[in-house]
RNA sequence: GCGAGCGUGGCCAAGUGGUUAAGGCAGUGGUUUGUGGUACCACCAUUCGCGGGUUCAAGUCCCGUCGUUCGCCCCA
């Protein structure tokens, strides 16, 4: 049997209602907020992820799918994550050419070769924000309110918002050197992979698990005391901002984004009922990327939700349930299956959502099955309808019925339609 | 890429080397050949993810493989 490729899964309809959920309950917060959609390509030139994302990443060493167009000259990787696509659309359509600031959301799948688990699949999908043009302290709070918002709003609780600010480049060049020169004596009391990252990525290794290293991270020196004035400056203005909209946070001075673009804000927003796949919302601000792709030195900040992540949230605290039609068609008979899908057809055409039980089994059957599809009503059509081109509705919680002709059903649809809406 | 656990019908499962693989839900047919949600009856795995091995005998033990779960790594 060929089964879905490792880390893929087919979303089926019982779970779809989350996912439809979700998008709905962002789609409505980010609309107030005037922010508009953007599709952009779910592959791109490879460079375009080694050169925004940094070759030195870990999406970008090891996790991306990468293959070789059919001419056999580009290499393509499908997006590994939203915001260099959205970056790339950015410059080449000149979107800054439309004025000061574009607010840009996106959905869709993300593609990295990983090992799956729970809340981490080979194709996942997320929601982002990009919110471009603007190097203000305002801007970062409003794309961190923006999140917290969808958040709320689904109803999610038991979440907590962790920032920090990594700084310019030249900051953060500057903090290397010091947690450096920290860690030095401490050396071989690293767990290995720490010791690995003192080369490649020192500032990770403040994340690291391990209690040891946990432990001499906890008194290393703060990123935010190597900050120049001006990125300081930028960082308490969002933390006053966000204590002025209430909204909660901490900081945390171990707290570093794993793509290169980031810059000054960084954030992500953690639930506790998950496993180690925690973080539901991750961004910050990217002064350097567009200008890195070829465009012209612009500010941005953004962030991406992992809907995955929601979805397992959602279901742990709600029932969703799939839609139920507003009537179930029961008919036997030739001539009868005829006129009820004709029937059928026009009460779609007025607005009822109609099930038509296509299996011509026993009435009793279709019955039964009519009352698992949670319509109110059904509509019975047989051999003694057909004739008389009538068709009978059955009020399934009551067990009244009454026959009219099809025509009658047809005219006295709106009060059918109120009858129901009332009974759902 | 590394470590650990798990894998019995569509779903949830019992089963801890001995002969016909419990049970529940769902499904199908019937009691009720045109009226449901209840009840009752019948049917529904030549087979235990897949391949190999040990044994007189394997769903049960061993090896491999695939899948899955949890953790590391990474990240949303």
């Known amino acids: 049997m060929i ?31 005037a922010f508009q959609e953007i599709r952009v390509p ?178 290393a020196p703060k990123i935010i005391d190597s900050l120049s004035d001006s990125s300081k400056k930028h960082f308490d203005a969002v933390l006053q901002m966000l204590t002025d909209l209430e909204i909660a946070y901490q900081i945390d001075h171990c707290l570093v984004r794993g793509l290169d673009y980031y810059t000054h804000t960084a954030f992500e927003i953690k639930s506790s009922d998950l496993g180690a796949q925690a973080t539901v919302c991750g961004g910050g601000r990217y002064d350097g990327l567009i200008a890195e792709l070829g465009g012209a030195e612009t500010p941005a900040i953004g962030w991406a939700m992992g809907i995955e992540r929601l979805v397992i949230l959602l279901q742990e605290l709600a029932q969703v349930s799939v ?11 030739e001539q009868a299956e005829a006129q009820a899908l004709t029937l059928a057809q026009k009460l779609r055409q007025s607005g009822l959502a109609v099930e038509l039980d296509l299996s011509g089994s026993a009435f009793g059957k279709q019955f039964k099955r009519a009352d698992r599809s949670g319509a109110v009503a059904c509509l019975v059509l047989g051999d003694a309808e057909a004739e008389t081109r009538s068709v009978n509705l059955k009020w399934l919680a009551s067990g009244e019925q009454s026959t009219m002709t099809q025509t009658e059903v047809l005219q006295g649809i709106e009060t059918l339609k109120n009858k129901i809406s009332a009974l759902h």
């Open 3 to 33: 089964q879905a490729l490792r880390g893929t899964r087919d979303i089926l309809p019982e779970e779809i209602v989350y996912w439809q959920l979700i998008e709905r309950t962002a789609k409505d917060i980010l609309s107030k907020a």
């Open 42 to 219: 779910i592959f791109e030139q490879t460079a375009l992820f080694e050169r925004g994302i940094g070759e030195a990443t870990d999406v970008v060493g090891k996790e991306m799918y990468t293959f070789t167009s059919r001419g056999g000259k580009t290499s393509i990787t499908l997006r590994p994550e939203g915001t260099a696509g959205v970056a790339r659309s950015y410059i080449q359509n000149k979107l800054q050419a439309q004025g000061g600031v574009q607010r840009l959301w996106y959905t869709g799948p993300m593609f990295r070769y990983e090992r799956p688990q729970a809340g981490r699949q080979r194709q996942f999908h997320q929601i982002g924000l990009e919110l471009i043009g603007s190097n203000a302290p305002r801007a970062d709070v409003e794309a961190i309110a923006v999140a917290t918002d969808i958040l709320k709003a689904l109803g999610l609780k038991n979440l907590s918002l962790a920032i920090n600010s990594v700084g310019r480049g030249e900051d953060r060049q500057k903090y290397r050197e010091t947690l450096l020169t920290y860690l030095e004596p401490y050396k071989e009391e690293l767990d290995a992979d720490s010791r690995d990252r003192l080369e490649r990525n020192p500032l990770r290794i403040l994340d690291s698990k391990d209690q040891r290293t946990q432990e001499i991270a906890q008194d």
């Open 323 to 333: 839609d139920a039609p507003d009537l179930y068609f029961v008919s036997r008979g």
